[in-house]
Protein backbone atom coordinates (compact mmCIF):
# COMPACT_ATOMS: atom_id res chain seq x y z
CA UNK A 1 0.00 0.00 0.00
CA UNK A 2 1.31 3.72 -0.62
CA UNK A 3 2.24 5.51 2.30
CA UNK A 4 2.38 8.94 2.05
CA UNK A 5 4.66 11.69 4.55
CA UNK A 6 4.12 15.20 4.72
CA UNK A 7 6.56 18.40 5.23
CA UNK A 8 7.36 21.52 5.09
CA UNK A 9 4.46 23.84 6.66
CA UNK A 10 4.83 26.00 9.30
CA UNK A 11 4.49 30.05 10.34
CA UNK A 12 4.96 32.16 7.23
CA UNK A 13 4.28 36.82 7.30
CA UNK A 14 1.65 37.38 4.45
CA UNK A 15 3.41 37.79 1.20
CA UNK A 16 5.74 35.19 2.07
CA UNK A 17 6.63 31.55 0.81
CA UNK A 18 6.22 28.01 1.79
CA UNK A 19 6.86 24.89 -0.20
CA UNK A 20 5.32 21.54 1.21
CA UNK A 21 6.22 18.26 0.13
CA UNK A 22 4.87 15.06 0.01
CA UNK A 23 6.71 11.85 -0.41
CA UNK A 24 5.10 8.63 -1.59
CA UNK A 25 6.46 5.20 -1.43
CA UNK A 26 5.21 4.25 -4.95
CA UNK A 27 4.05 6.53 -8.16
CA UNK A 28 0.58 7.98 -8.27
CA UNK A 29 -1.60 10.50 -8.59
CA UNK A 30 -1.40 13.80 -5.94
CA UNK A 31 -3.85 16.18 -4.47
CA UNK A 32 -3.79 18.92 -2.00
CA UNK A 33 -6.80 19.66 0.29
CA UNK A 34 -6.43 22.37 3.17
CA UNK A 35 -9.17 22.46 5.65
CA UNK A 36 -9.76 25.80 8.27
CA UNK A 37 -11.12 25.87 11.32
CA UNK A 38 -14.46 25.47 10.98
CA UNK A 39 -14.80 24.36 7.46
CA UNK A 40 -15.23 21.94 5.14
CA UNK A 41 -11.95 20.45 3.11
CA UNK A 42 -11.21 22.05 0.30
CA UNK A 43 -9.46 21.20 -2.51
CA UNK A 44 -6.10 23.31 -3.69
CA UNK A 45 -4.28 21.71 -6.60
CA UNK A 46 -3.60 17.93 -8.32
CA UNK A 47 -1.29 16.89 -10.74
CA UNK A 48 -1.36 13.78 -12.50
CA UNK A 49 1.32 10.85 -12.40
CA UNK A 50 3.39 12.15 -15.04
CA UNK A 51 2.73 14.83 -13.70
CA UNK A 52 1.57 16.79 -17.49
CA UNK A 53 -1.93 17.66 -16.04
CA UNK A 54 -2.35 19.87 -13.54
CA UNK A 55 -5.28 21.37 -11.64
CA UNK A 56 -5.86 24.59 -9.50
CA UNK A 57 -8.53 25.30 -7.14
CA UNK A 58 -9.16 29.70 -8.66
CA UNK A 59 -8.10 30.80 -5.09
CA UNK A 60 -4.86 29.22 -5.15
CA UNK A 61 -4.27 30.19 -9.03
CA UNK A 62 -1.17 32.10 -10.12
CA UNK A 63 0.37 31.74 -6.70
CA UNK A 64 0.55 27.98 -6.05
CA UNK A 65 2.25 26.00 -8.37
CA UNK A 66 2.45 21.93 -7.95
CA UNK A 67 4.89 19.55 -9.35
CA UNK A 68 6.61 16.54 -8.75
CA UNK A 69 9.87 14.58 -9.00
CA UNK A 70 9.16 11.38 -9.88
CA UNK A 71 12.47 10.07 -9.56
CA UNK A 72 11.74 10.61 -5.89
CA UNK A 73 8.10 9.58 -5.95
CA UNK A 74 7.78 13.26 -4.32
CA UNK A 75 5.09 16.02 -5.20
CA UNK A 76 5.34 19.50 -3.72
CA UNK A 77 3.24 22.43 -3.49
CA UNK A 78 5.39 25.76 -3.86
CA UNK A 79 2.93 28.56 -2.59
CA UNK A 80 3.82 31.91 -3.07
CA UNK A 81 1.71 35.35 -2.44
CA UNK A 82 0.50 33.70 0.68
CA UNK A 83 -2.38 35.29 2.65
CA UNK A 84 -3.86 35.11 6.11
CA UNK A 85 -7.05 33.16 4.48
CA UNK A 86 -4.77 30.35 3.39
CA UNK A 87 -3.93 29.23 7.02
CA UNK A 88 -4.96 26.00 7.11
CA UNK A 89 -3.80 22.29 7.70
CA UNK A 90 -2.57 21.12 4.46
CA UNK A 91 -3.13 17.47 3.50
CA UNK A 92 -1.28 15.68 0.25
CA UNK A 93 -3.48 12.75 -0.72
CA UNK A 94 -2.96 10.17 -3.64
CA UNK A 95 -4.71 7.98 -5.52
CA UNK A 96 -5.00 6.27 -8.92
CA UNK A 97 -6.93 9.25 -10.86
CA UNK A 98 -6.17 13.35 -11.05
CA UNK A 99 -8.99 14.27 -9.42
CA UNK A 100 -10.44 17.99 -7.71
CA UNK A 101 -12.71 15.76 -5.53
CA UNK A 102 -11.65 14.02 -1.90
CA UNK A 103 -13.43 10.43 -2.63
CA UNK A 104 -10.92 10.09 -5.58
CA UNK A 105 -8.40 9.79 -3.31
CA UNK A 106 -7.96 6.70 -1.32
CA UNK A 107 -4.70 7.45 0.82
CA UNK A 108 -3.51 10.91 2.79
CA UNK A 109 -1.12 12.39 4.53
CA UNK A 110 -0.70 12.95 7.86
CA UNK A 111 -1.21 16.75 7.33
CA UNK A 112 0.99 19.60 7.80
CA UNK A 113 -0.07 23.18 9.38
CA UNK A 114 0.26 26.19 7.94
CA UNK A 115 -0.30 29.76 9.42
CA UNK A 116 0.22 33.37 7.20
CA UNK A 117 0.27 36.08 9.77
CA UNK A 118 -0.74 39.35 8.62
Known amino acids: QVQLVESGGGLVQAGGSLRLSCAASAPTSMGWFRQAPGKEREFVAAISRSGGVTYYADSVKGRFTISRDNAKNTGYLQMNSLKPEDTAIYYC???????????????WGQGTQVTVSS
Open 93 to 107: AAGPTTSILPGAYAL
